[in-house]
């Protein structure tokens, strides 16, 4: 790459030898030295119009990889979760009252309920499973999805799955 770039700036030197010769003429440190304001404006308006542009291009490129970053912090935490699903609900993870294994639907409970109160204090998400890894995994948790963690929360404690059993 170094090398080609080398080789890149030899030839365009090799064909652009009348231009540069021109170039040197006009710009002689005399002509620089007799042109300061004009170099000064120049490199302004070069400034202005350069940082608009390098604006712009950040502006685009946090655009364009807002989609990347997204997907890489949803896997990131995908991860966590899987890991403290594992540590919880065995390998696969499942839900402990009905089995769902898709780890989207699965979340933690806290089996003698005030889970609420409990994510409300430390936490929801991936805040609330580096908890658990920090204090190594205390006990009185299990795997349920999201539908018997609802359905417990919403029928005094059990789950209807294991009343109708
Ligand atoms: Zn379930
Ligand atoms: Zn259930």
């Not at 620089?32 to 490129?61: G, L």
């Not at 609330?128 to 404690?157: D, E, M, S």
Request: net charge positive.
């Amino acid at each position: 790459m170094l090398h080609d770039r080398k080789v890149y700036t030899q030839n365009w030197n090799q064909t652009h030898k009348e231009w540069r010769r021109n170039y040197n003429k006009k710009y002689s440190p005399e002509w620089k030295k007799n042109n300061r304001e004009y170099i000064k404006n120049w490199r302004k308006h070069w400034m202005k119009k350069n940082r608009e542009r390098y604006n712009q291009s950040q502006r685009e490129y946090r655009l364009k990889n807002k989609e990347k970053y997204e997907k890489y912090s949803r896997e990131r935490s995908r991860k966590l979760k899987l890991e403290v699903l594992t540590h919880y609900g065995g390998n696969p993870p499942k839900c402990t009252c009905c089995g769902e294994t898709e780890i989207i639907f699965l979340t933690i409970d806290h089996i003698d309920g005030g889970g609420r109160e409990h994510r409300k204090k430390v936490g929801d998400g991936s805040t609330f499973y580096r908890w658990l890894i920090k204090n190594n995994y205390p006990v009185g948790y299990q795997i349920l999805c999201y539908n018997c963690n609802c359905g417990k929360a919403k029928n005094g404690g059990i789950c209807p799955h294991q009343i109708n059993k």
